[in-house]
């Protein structure tokens, strides 16, 4: 009988330890999920200062020799060209000389391919990196000058990119932060909680696409090159503890 009554009061002992715990674990858990999550945009427009055009000029012929020396006439009408612009020397940039052989094939009634050289092709390709951006883009558009002086030049799209662009995306983070928080605030004095301090951060990619435009954003980030007028935009995800 007297083991009976013991072993009723271990159980009602574990009984109320388990309870005891439960609850505990219960609070603690209720504890760690009272927090908000917020997310914060910064968002900047803001105008390239920085240009680089690339354009190409090629020459063939039969005989070597006679394709470097066109090849050398082009550049010198090139040259000539962007000299009448405000770009210093060390902003433009001749690469070196690609050379490549040009064939033509026939084939007979049998199948059998015959060979034809055509001839040497030359190619080289001028580049521009500068700050003077409407400078740059003017050449860009009067390029077709040179082919009208008998030199086969091809013309890429201008790139645009931005010097400053490591102090904007700091001063984007700090006002995505800033917005979070206001958020977070706001929320809170909704609830009518007290905003806590704060237990986590996540930067979100930076975004950079044109004005105005429609331009998809990208998982791992756009960064947009054919605008002059560009917009970013970064989140930064917030959580806070609630009082």
């Known amino acids: ?41 910064g968002k900047q427009n803001f105008t390239s200062d920085l240009i680089v055009w690339r354009g190409s000029f090629t020459t063939v012929d039969n005989n070597l020799q006679n394709a470097y020396a066109k090849l050398d006439s082009d550049r010198a009408l090139i040259k000539d060209f962007l000299s009448n612009y405000e770009l210093e020397d060390s902003e433009i940039v001749f ?22 050289f055509n001839g040497y092709v030359l190619r080289q390709e001028v580049k521009i990196e500068s700050k003077k951006v409407e400078e740059t883009e003017k050449i860009a558009r009067e390029v077709t000058e040179l082919i009208n002086k008998g030199v086969e030049f091809y013309s890429e799209p201008p790139q645009y990119f931005y010097t400053q662009l490591a102090s904007l995306k700091q001063e984007m983070i700090a006002n995505a932060t800033t917005d979070a928080r206001l958020r977070a605030e706001q929320i809170a004095e909704n609830a009518n909680s007290k905003l806590g301090s704060l237990k986590n951060a996540r930067m979100g990619v930076f975004q950079i696409v044109a004005q105005n435009s429609n331009e998809n954003f990208s998982w791992g980030g756009s960064f947009n090159t054919n605008s002059k007028k560009k917009t970013a935009t970064i989140t930064m995800t917030l959580e806070y503890k609630v009082d």
């Open 1 to 41: 009988m007297k083991s009976k009554s013991l072993g009723q009061l271990f159980l009602s002992l574990a009984i109320v330890i388990a309870a005891y715990f439960i609850g505990n674990s219960f609070i603690q858990r209720n504890s760690e999920n009272n927090t908000i999550w917020v997310k914060g945009l």
């Open 95 to 116: 690469n070196s000389v690609n050379i490549n052989k040009d064939y033509s094939y026939s084939y007979d009634q049998k199948g059998a391919s015959t060979r034809t």
